[in-house]
């Protein structure tokens, strides 16, 4: 048996590794957890010593003391009780006030370690299992730090302190009272370990029934046509019938074990009644003795309740820190290199693509790809979905790096540019429009450090979200999601465009930005743009010929190759992918007429 | 992960028309609801008499000397504890079973009536949110149901038996006992206030934490693009901060709230002690009576600290039982008729007359109508192509057909026979669906093509697969029809989902065919194998396609040609070319440049 209380304890030595990574939080607070532990060890004196009052007064009176003897003791029973309670809220206070802390500092250092990580990263990882991780997982840990660590102090001292006051009361009833205790020590040890066991099959139960009602709920079509409505319920109605099963005998579990920790509770005060009642019918204690050793052995009793409930903790919130320290190791894949010239403060646009190769674990996306966009130019790109557009222009930020070859800006390696200098001459609409739920004004100023309102008049003007802006109440105000209005596709994309114009960028990348905007709008928007910005690089991805036409340079990527390139005349006499792909497009707009 | 604003209502605690209905669930248990009550009672006296029983012994036996009896006592004390046990166990046991019976029933309720909702109510609520009424929401119950409402009464018995106890032991001593309960009330009613004020802050400002991290997470491409790492850390870190602030004010109040109820506690024993030794001067209390009076008071004011944190509890019930009741008031809006009709033997014989529908109304409160005056009619065992651009209307007619929503102005009637007075089962029983996107369910090959359909044997799915050119692949899969298909079939390349889905139809039998765009992503090798399933499927069938490829459509009888809503043209593939017109120009565009296209890729 000790030999494997032995294991057990190792078991937790290696649990708390995880947890190491705190200490350098908790250092911060040396002085607030020393005081902390102080206030622990005073506190649970005065508990301890509490019912020793109620023996004197118990004593005082079957000797018939005056009763401003009595007095004395009630009113220093108050007084300890005031002081007890005065340390134990500063207690409180500072030792869980210190996890609550380590939290909030945790939970910055993870939102900015994510803030450093490369788009391959959130390509791997769920947004879901992100969050779950910065929410229940640092709770996790932050409760067990707090409550956890205070329970776990405290409950050592009381323990001990009680434990002395009742032997140097009386040796013999303090050691048979005690009996019940390591039977209820292991029933706690043993029950809490099989729980959590136990639970984490209702949880997978439970993740069944999830995954079964998403299923239900997204195959509703399916479902209803083939009349399987009933046989989904009888599905359902199964994985429910289990999950019952497993909860009642969770709780069958636990009814057993807190009705067997009663009765040992309740064993160990008959015990002390038997033996406590004839020693003071012996004379050998006192019957105030008797009642202050009721009263310590139901003190005793939440102390080892929670024991078992603590190695649960620390178990889980091991795991969780784990689950932390996953994400908090991963080194970020992009950033500034050793050869970064950190004089670079600007940029022209001048941009080559030397023998670039990418791909995705293996797989190859881009290949051998070799380009030169002199300053000033428009080059577009067109191509079938998964040719490799958009990965050829994530390139240019960094956000993702070659596998082979380079690109140059300015004719420079991009990894020898600061990266902040970089994406700061840059200005970027991604094929996915993403807008924070902020206001159209704060998204159109989200690039730059200080807007000015003639600015986003300017690059909202351009973009043609103005117009739309006129016919809602709080103009630029509107605020963008749940709690404001939804806008359209088009309206998103062009909002995207008034974002990245505003930074004035030396190279401006549109990846598919007005694909949800109407041709009429789509053409004044192509207008302005080369107005305005004619002595700008320009990379613009369409699958629309009336969006690229104009452009200085056009290339036709197919399976991450360049297959055609040269100005719309030219590509048109090609004969080949661009040209059928501007008849079907005259087809489209033909029927799309009729 | 759309429901944090919504986490951010809390709603009232106590809404009794909420609470009166959430109690109906529990009638069906009435009958172990009473016996819970019971058991409780007599656990909650049994509790009382551990006390009670050291009393009689310190006064028969220990303060007289008395040795004789005290054994008794023990013994008596230790039967108690053994009745206990049992009776905690059951009280246990009891309280959890009906708890979980009842979220059982409320689960399996929302589920059922989920499958009766038409599909206009999936259109407006998102996945997640229905799996979330399923799921969280009824766990939210299931804290209140068998922790919270019985317990509830466990507290109340046992307040209720302590101070009869203790007022007729020593109605004076109690009554100085009880001086303490107003200044202990005030610090329940007003730092809980305090503390729930706190909790909700909380649990807001975490539901803005998570809202903001959410977006920065999706979003990160563009704050790393826009430099703003520095500027939205710094938000995130206002929201973590506030967040802190919360938690640091509900720490304050549980500071307060615990040592204060500690000390109320200890006054209480100090008065005890005082008042006590002045009647036991008196002789009017005993020693026991002393004791008892000790040992009463703890367990006096733990229900009383405890019964605000059933509070949070019952809100959170509150607000979850709002949000399914919500759901489960939907009313299906499709549904069987009153008296339906019967077809006896049904022919195959469809037809459209003057059908109108619009999904949703235009802002000016006009129906907008993607479907415009249609009518067809399809004789027994033919076979017609719907062609037309995206958006024309085409899959809204299927939709129609199927039920899966209500026409707005017309008829659609089999063999004669208006479907509104057709059984829905019976009506989707004749049809057989087949989609361009195929569903697969979490199970194995064999439980995809028969679905629940026990009636379809082994060895019939066996002959569907064959039928439709699926067995060859099916059996190359290292488990044959038993291979498990994980995560929507991601194991199977587009083609062989689609000739699953094909079996699928097939196996049902169903005596009209309908192919939702089925062929259009399917790659050039399994093109052939297709395209032979499908002559073997359309074969004395009634069938509609709506198709993508030429060959698909050369096999049918006749073309109807969609266009905005309208059936523009109609005949077939060669009467049609020559009109010149939509399905001219839909046929270069659609059919003509995509068989270019493979026989260039086949070059
Ligand atoms: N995160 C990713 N992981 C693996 N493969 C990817 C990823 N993103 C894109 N791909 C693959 O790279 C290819 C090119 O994708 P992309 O550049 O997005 O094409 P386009 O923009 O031309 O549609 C596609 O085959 C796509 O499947
Ligand atoms: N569930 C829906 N709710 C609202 N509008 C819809 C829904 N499904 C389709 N629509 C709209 O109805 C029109 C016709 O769609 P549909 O019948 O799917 O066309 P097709 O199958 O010919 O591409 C389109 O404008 C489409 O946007
Ligand atoms: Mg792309
Ligand atoms: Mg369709």
């Known amino acids: 048996m000790s030999i494997f209380l032995l294991i057990k304890v190792t078991n937790t030595m290696t649990l708390l590794k995880p947890l190491y990574r705190l200490n350098k939080y908790l250092r911060e607070y040396k002085k607030d957890i020393i005081i902390g532990i102080i206030l622990i060890i005073i506190s649970d004196v005065l508990f301890a010593v509490l019912p020793k009052i109620l023996q004197y007064t118990i004593d005082a009176i079957a000797k018939g003391i005056d009763l401003r003897q009595i007095a004395t003791y009630a009113l220093l029973l108050i007084g300890i009780a005031a002081i007890y309670a005065g340390i134990r809220f500063l207690m409180r206070k500072i030792v869980v006030g210190v996890s609550r802390k380590v939290e909030y500092q945790l939970r910055n250092d993870f939102f900015r370690h994510l803030q450093r990580l490369s788009l391959r990263f959130f390509v791997n990882n769920r947004t879901g299992d992100l969050m779950a991780r910065a929410t229940n997982d640092i709770n996790a840990v932050t409760i067990t730090l707090g409550m956890g660590g205070l329970l776990t102090i405290s409950n050592g001292f009381i323990f001990s302190f009680i434990f002395v006051l009742m032997i140097t009361t009386n040796v013999k009833l303090t050691l048979l009272s005690l009996i019940p205790f390591p039977f209820i020590l292991f029933l706690m040890y043993f029950s809490y370990s099989y729980f959590y066991q136990t639970f984490e099959k209702v949880q997978e139960q439970f993740s069944s029934i999830t995954d079964k009602a ?98 649960n903790l620390i178990q889980r919130a091991s795991a969780s820190m784990n689950r932390l320290n996953e994400i908090m190791d991963t080194e970020p894949l992009i950033q500034d290199t050793t050869c970064t010239d950190h004089s670079i403060k600007g940029l022209k646009g001048e941009i080559e693509f030397k023998n670039v190769s990418f791909s995705y674990n293996e797989k190859p996306v881009l290949k051998n790809i070799n380009l030169k966009i002199k300053t000033g130019m428009t080059l577009a790109i067109i191509g079938p979905t998964g040719s490799g557009k958009t990965t050829l222009t994530n390139l240019i930020p960094r956000m993702i790096d070659a596998t082979d070859g380079a690109v140059l800006v300015d004719g420079r390696d991009i990894k020898c540019i600061p990266v902040k200098t970089l994406r700061n001459s840059i200005g970027f609409v991604p094929q996915e429009t993403f807008l924070f739920s902020e206001s159209i004004e704060e998204n159109i100023s989200f690039g730059v450090e200080e807007a000015i309102g003639e600015d986003i008049q300017w690059a909202a003007d351009i973009s043609t979200i103005s117009h739309d802006l006129e016919n809602f109440p709080d103009k630029f105000q509107t605020l963008i999601g749940e709690r404001g209005v939804n806008l359209s596709g088009g309206q998103k994309q062009r909002t995207a465009i008034s974002r990245a114009l505003l930074r004035k960028p030396k190279i401006l990348i549109l990846d598919d930005a007005l694909s949800s905007v109407d041709t009429y709008t789509e053409e004044k928007i192509m207008k302005s743009l080369l107005e305005n910005y004619f002595n700008q690089t320009s990379i613009i991805i369409s699958h629309r010929i009336s969006t690229i036409k104009h452009a200085d340079l056009i290339i036709v990527l197919d399976n991450g190759e360049i297959i055609e390139q040269g100005t719309h005349d030219e590509l048109v006499k090609l004969r080949g992918f661009y040209a059928q792909l501007h008849r079907q497009q005259l087809l489209e707009k033909a029927l799309e007429e009729m | 992960m759309n429901n944090y604003h919504e986490e951010e209502v809390l709603g009232k605690a106590y809404d009794s028309r909420l609470l009166k209905r959430l109690l109906t669930y529990l009638r069906p248990y009435w009958l172990y609801v009473v016996l819970g009550v019971f058991i409780l009672l007599i656990a909650t006296a049994l509790d009382l008499v551990g006390p009670f029983l050291i009393k009689i012994a310190i006064d028969r036996n220990i303060v007289p000397k008395i040795s004789t009896g005290l054994f008794h006592i023990v013994l008596i004390y230790f039967g108690v504890q053994i009745v206990q046990f049992g009776f905690k166990i059951a009280q246990t046991y009891l309280m959890q079973w009906i708890g979980q019976k ?37 766990e939210a119950l299931s804290e209140w149901f068998s922790a919270g409402v019985v317990s509830v009464f466990g507290d109340v018995f046992l307040l209720i038996g302590i101070i009869v106890v203790m007022i ?11 001086s303490v309960i107003p200044i202990l009330a005030y610090i329940v009613f007003f730092i809980r206030k305090k503390i729930r004020e706190a909790y909700r802050d909380i649990r807001v400002r975490i539901a803005r934490i998570n809202a903001y991290l959410q977006e920065n997470l999706s979003g990160m491409m563009v704050v790393q693009i826009f430099n703003r790492e520095k500027k939205n850390f710094n938000k995130f870190d206002e929201l973590n901060a506030s967040h802190l602030e919360a938690h640091l004010r509900s720490i304050f109040y549980y500071s307060i709230f615990w040592p204060s109820v500690d000390l109320i506690e200890s006054i209480a024993l100090a008065l005890i002690i005082w008042f006590g030794a002045m009647f036991k001067y008196e002789g ?74 619009a999904y949703k109304n235009n802002h000016d409160g006009t129906p907008d109508y993607v479907l415009k005056d249609v009518s067809f009619h399809l004789k027994t065992g033919e076979k017609i192509a719907i062609v037309g651009a995206t958006g024309a209307g085409k899959s809204s007619i299927i939709s129609l057909l199927c039920r899966f929503y209500d026409v707005t102005q017309g008829e659609i009637l089999l063999d004669g026979i208006n479907i509104k007075n057709l059984k829905i089962e019976d009506l989707r029983r004749y049809i057989g669906l087949v989609l361009q996107d195929v569903f697969l369910f979490a199970g194995t090959v064999e439980e995809n093509i028969r679905l629940g359909n026990k009636d379809i044997s082994l060895d019939m799915v066996t002959q569907a697969a064959r039928d439709v050119n699926a067995h060859p692949f099916i059996s190359r899969l290292p488990n044959t029809y038993q291979e498990p298909m994980m995560e929507r079939g991601a194991s199977l390349s587009t ?109």
Not at chain 2, 104 to 130: M, T
Not at chain 2, 335 to 351: K, W
Not at chain 2, 541 to 550: D, G, M, P
Not at chain 2, 589 to 598: A, G, P, T, V, Y
Request: aromatic share 10%; glycine share 4%; net charge positive.
């Open chain 2, 168 to 178: 007729s032991v020593n109605w004076k001593l109690a009554l100085i006992t009880f």
């Open chain 1, 214 to 311: 998403q299923e239900n709920i997204s195959g509703t079509r399916v479902i209803k046509a083939y009349v399987q409505e009933l046989n989904e319920i009888d599905q359902f109605n199964e994985l429910n019938q289990t999950y019952l099963k497993q909860n009642l005998i969770l709780a069958k579990a636990r009814g057993l074990m807190w009705s067997s920790m009663e009765v040992l509770f309740g064993i160990a005060l008959l015990i002390l009644l038997w033996f406590g009642g004839n020693a003071v019918m012996s004379d050998q204690i006192t019957l105030g003795n008797l009642v202050a050793f009721t009263v310590w052995l139901g003190m005793l009793g939440w102390p080892i309740i929670s024991f078992g409930w603590i190695l």
């Open chain 2, 284 to 357: 009017v209390v005993t020693f026991g009576t002393l004791v008892l009076f000790i040992e009463y008071s703890k367990r006096f004011f733990r229900p009383i600290s405890d019964l605000t944190d059933k509070y949070n509890i019952l809100q959170s019930a509150m607000a979850s039982s709002e949000r399914i009741f919500l759901l489960l008031d939907n009313k299906p809006d499709i549904v069987n008729p009153a008296a339906p009709q019967t077809l006896r033997e049904f022919s195959g014989e469809i037809e459209f007359r003057n059908v109108w529908f």
């Open chain 2, 495 to 603: 083609g062989q989902k689609q000739l699953l889905a094909f079996a699928r139809a097939l196996a049902f039998k169903p005596d009209i065919l309908i192919l939702d765009e089925a062929t259009s992503s399917v790659d050039t090798e399994s093109e052939i194998l297709i395209q032979q399933a499908l002559e073997k499927l359309m074969t004395n069938r009634t069938s509609i396609c709506i198709a993508h490829r030429l060959s698909t459509i050369q096999n049918c009888d006749r073309i109807i040609v969609m266009h905005k809503g309208k059936i523009r043209e109609e005949g077939t593939h060669q009467q049609l070319l020559k009109l010149k017109g939509i399905y001219f120009k839909l046929y270069q565009l659609q059919f003509k440049d995509r068989n270019i296209k493979s026989s260039a890729v086949s070059d």
């Open chain 2, 102 to 138: 009842v979220v059982f029933d409320i689960r399996i309720e929302i589920f059922r009536h989920l499958q009766r909702l038409s599909l206009a109510f999936f259109d407006r609520n998102p996945v997640g949110r229905l799996v979330t009424r399923v799921t969280t929401d009824v």
